[in-house]
Every structure is written in structure tokens, then in C-alpha cells.
């Protein structure tokens, strides 16, 4: 070939290898969905090119052993290339009929397997045929009999342009191993070409998908800012003033619309209803089922329902507009009067009572069952005397089960100890507090759950 030739090769294998470490980049820097459409394309891409460059640059002026050492590393590029290239292929056509695609795969790797031994034994090397000189028989083989079979590819956008860039290497490619049965390096004229086709069309299919999934994330994230907006407006805006007492709260969702809700659906003169809740699972469809816990709690509560009466009707909201959607909730009545505490609660860990006086922690137990699993459940009342000075934590399970990079829990590490460390605190300093104890417990990054606690000094 002319020093002309040697360029445009030059050219074209830089081309192929850069784009196709482009694609390995892009396919292992997303740890959640990764294409294997990028990976195929990648490894066939990058080690394709660079033999490329390597054989028009140094084969053209290196003769004899050093020349043969060329040839045969370029038939070692296509068997390290020609699977990732049926992959690739296999990924737009399917698997063929009766899996015939995975039969080529089978087939073809026999046959290097056939051109490997007969690279180590022959004696005249430059006579073994193209290790691709099976596929320019085997896959319009596969592609007659899958058509006779009735097989049709999947439908996938952009079919066209992948089959004509695909189409366009395939002739190109079996037009050089009909040119000739030798790998030098100085015959692949249109091979190279036929892939910057194929790159080209690739390229245009993924731009468009790019594009596209672009526009769906825009929306979606418009969806998440409307959900957070939705979610923010359920959550009380000032705490309620039931005077002797104090309140406070904290709420640091795992992510950015989560599933945990806290409210107080009923405030009088001298008594404070608070409910928290934690919907099963994140996201978008948590917020919303944590908006149909407050309608459902906060109408019990103006019908002046007890406790057991709100989590039940609760209970069967869920099961009946939101089956198979699970959730816990604590809910508990706060009364001056005989300094009374009435709680229920259905699957949310049990709510601590600080006793300054005696300087102890008391869990306030109600074992009942998690919500939306059955839907005549029933739930029962329990009742606690409280003290002056005494502070109360109902918190959902982000709280307690956060845990170090030791394994160890917040709830059962540092909680028991933090009531007495800071029980001189006022009810709004103990929340932050204990709020950015946790959150350096496990790690700011590393926050497994969402948090919600609400903190009553009594």
C-alpha cells in the first residue's frame, strides 16, 4: 500500500480505538445501568483499532520474522475481537431461532479454536485461511435459516440504521477475505471503512437514545421537585404549644422524597396527638401513600378517635386503596390531665420514655402487626403515666438501626447513654443533637434510611 493508504488506515484505526475506549468509559461509569451495547462495541472497537494502527505503521518497515510476528498478532486482534463482535450483533438480532445465534457463537469458537492449534503446528503459516473467513459463511447462513423459520428480530429503535451499518461491515469485511486467504496488514482496505460505517450509524442510534433518555430524566426530575413539594407540604411548618410543654422534630429523608411522615393531628389547650409513620420503601410512590396517611390519620383525629381507633382505620385505608403496600406507625395522645399517655402502634419500634426522676428509659411496647397485611386487624389502647420533667422519643427505625462501618447500631451503642449525656438539653438542642449524632454514626453519605423522630420535654 502507498504511504497515502498507510494514512487514511492510520486515520480510520485511531478513530475505532478511541471511540471504542469511549464506550468502555462510558459503560463501566454507570454503576446502576450499564449497556451492554457500549461494552460489545467497546471490546471489539478499541483492540481493533489499535491493530490497526500498529500494522499500517510498523509492517510496511519491518520484512521477514518481524513481519510474520505482525501477521499473526493481527489474526490474535480478530480472535480477540470476532466474539465481542457476534455479541454485539446478537444484542440488535436476538437470539435467532431455536438459539441459533448462540450456535454460531459455539460454532465460531470451534473454529478458532481449529485456527489456533493450526497456528502452532503448521509449518506454513501464511497459508492458514482468515479466522473470519467461517463468519462470512456462517452468518448469512443463520440470517437464511432463522427467515425460513419465521424468526423476526425484537423491535428496537433505529433498527434500520444498526442493520445498515452492520450490513455495510459485513460486505466490506468479506470482500477483503475473499480479496485474499492472508492477514498481512497491507490487504485490509475496506474492512476498516465498512467499520467507520458501522461507527457512524452506532453512533447516530445512541445519540438519539441519549437524547431520549435525557428527556425522560428532565421529567423525571421534575416529577421528584413536584413530589418533594407535595411531600414538604404534608409535614407540619411550626411545631405545636401545648404549654407546660415543648416540642421538636427532625426529618432527614435517605433520599430526596422518601417515605416517612410525622404530624400532630390533634392539638387542644392541654393534650397533642403525634403520629409517625414509615411507609415501606423510596420515592415517589412512598410520598404518596405517606399523603394518604395523614388524610386517613388526621380525619380520625377530628372525629375524635382514640389511638387503636386511628392506626385501625388506617390499617384499613391501606389494605383497601394501596394492597400489598406495607407500613408502620405509632401513634400516641399526650394528656395533661393525670399526666396520661395513650399510644398504639402497628410494627414501629416502640417509643422511649425518659424518666429524669428515676433516671431510666422506659419503652412504651404495642405489638401490633405491621400495617396493610391484614385488613380487619384489630389494635388495642395502652396507657402510661408520665412525670414532670420526663422527655419523650418516638422516632421510626432510620434512627435506631443506623449502624457504623463496624456493624454496630445507634439504637443500641449510643442511644441508652445520649438520654443521660444530654437530659439538661432543651427538646430543640437534644433533636439537633441527636440528629447529627446519627448522621456521623453511620456516615453523612452512607445513610441507609430515612430518620423522622419527634422529642416532647414533658
Not at 454460531?104 to 503459516?125: D, K, S
Not at 381507633?309 to 399526650?334: D, F, H, M, W
Amino acid at each position: 500500500m502507498s504511504s497515502r493508504d498507510d494514512l487514511l488506515l492510520v486515520m480510520a484505526g485511531s478513530s475505532i480505538f478511541t471511540v471504542g475506549v469511549l464506550s468502555l468509559c462510558a459503560h463501566f461509569s454507570s454503576a446502576v445501568l450499564r449497556e451492554r451495547i457500549l461494552l460489545w462495541f467497546g471490546l471489539f472497537a478499541a483492540p481493533y483499532g489499535l491493530a490497526l494502527v500498529l500494522r499500517s505503521i510498523l509492517v510496511p518497515q519491518w520484512h521477514g520474522s518481524a513481519e510474520l510476528i505482525f501477521v499473526h498478532l493481527g489474526r490474535a486482534t480478530y480472535l480477540a475481537t470476532s466474539i465481542p463482535a457476534l455479541l454485539l450483533f446478537q444484542e440488535f438480532y436476538g437470539h435467532g431461532w431455536r438459539l441459533s445465534s448462540k450456535w454460531l457463537l459455539w460454532i465460531y469458537g470451534a473454529a478458532l479454536l481449529g485456527l489456533f492449534f493450526l497456528m502452532i503446528t503448521h509449518e506454513h503459516r501464511r497459508t492458514i485461511p482468515s479466522p473470519g473467513f467461517a463468519l462470512v459463511i456462517l452468518v448469512p447462513l443463520e440470517l437464511l435459516i432463522d427467515r425460513l423459520a419465521g424468526y423476526r428480530p425484537p423491535p428496537i429503535k433505529g433498527r434500520f440504521v444498526i442493520f445498515s451499518g452492520l450490513l455495510a461491515f459485513f460486505l466490506a469485511f468479506s470482500y477483503d477475505r475473499f480479496s485474499t486467504l492472508r492477514i498481512t496488514g497491507r490487504h485490509l482496505l475496506a474492512e476498516p471503512f465498512g467499520f467507520l460505517a458501522l461507527m457512524a450509524c452506532l453512533g447516530y442510534v445512541v445519540s438519539k437514545r441519549v437524547a431520549a433518555n435525557e428527556a425522560e430524566w428532565v421529567s423525571l426530575t421534575d416529577e421528584m421537585r413536584a413530589a418533594s413539594k407535595i411531600q414538604a407540604a404534608i409535614l407540619p411548618s411550626s411545631m405545636p404549644a401545648v404549654s407546660p410543654w415543648t416540642v421538636a422534630a427532625r426529618y432527614s429523608p435517605m433520599s430526596g422524597v422518601a417515605g416517612d411522615f410525622y404530624g400532630f393531628p390533634r392539638v387542644l389547650p392541654n393534650s397533642v396527638g403525634i403520629i409517625v409513620a414509615d411507609v415501606m420503601g423510596h420515592g415517589v410512590a412512598a410520598a404518596l401513600i405517606a399523603s394518604m396517611v395523614k388524610v386517613a390519620v388526621f380525619n380520625g383525629a377530628d372525629r375524635g378517635h382514640s389511638p387503636a381507633e386511628i392506626v385501625q382505620e388506617l390499617n384499613r385505608t391501606l389494605s383497601k386503596e394501596a394492597p400489598g403496600q406495607l407500613a408502620s406507625a405509632v401513634y400516641v395522645e399526650l394528656n395533661q390531665a393525670g399526666n396520661l399517655a395513650t399510644y398504639t402502634a402497628g410494627g414501629q419500634p416502640a417509643p422511649l420514655l425518659w424518666r429524669r426522676g428515676e433516671q431510666r428509659i422506659d419503652p412504651l411496647d404495642s405489638a401490633g402487626l405491621l400495617l396493610g397485611v391484614r385488613r380487619e386487624e384489630l389494635y388495642e389502647d395502652n396507657t402510661v403515666h408520665f412525670a414532670k420533667g420526663d422527655r419523650l422519643l418516638i422516632y421510626s427505625d432510620g434512627l435506631t438501626e443506623a449502624e457504623n462501618r463496624k456493624g454496630e447500631s445507634f439504637g443500641d451503642a449510643v442511644l441508652p447513654g445520649f438520654f443521660v449525656a444530654k437530659q439538661n438539653l432543651s427538646a430543640e438542642a437534644f433533636a439537633e443533637t441527636l440528629l447529627q449524632s446519627v448522621l456521623a454514626w453511620s456516615g453523612e453519605d452512607s445513610q441507609a434510611d430515612d430518620i423522622t423522630f419527634v422529642v416532647v420535654d414533658l
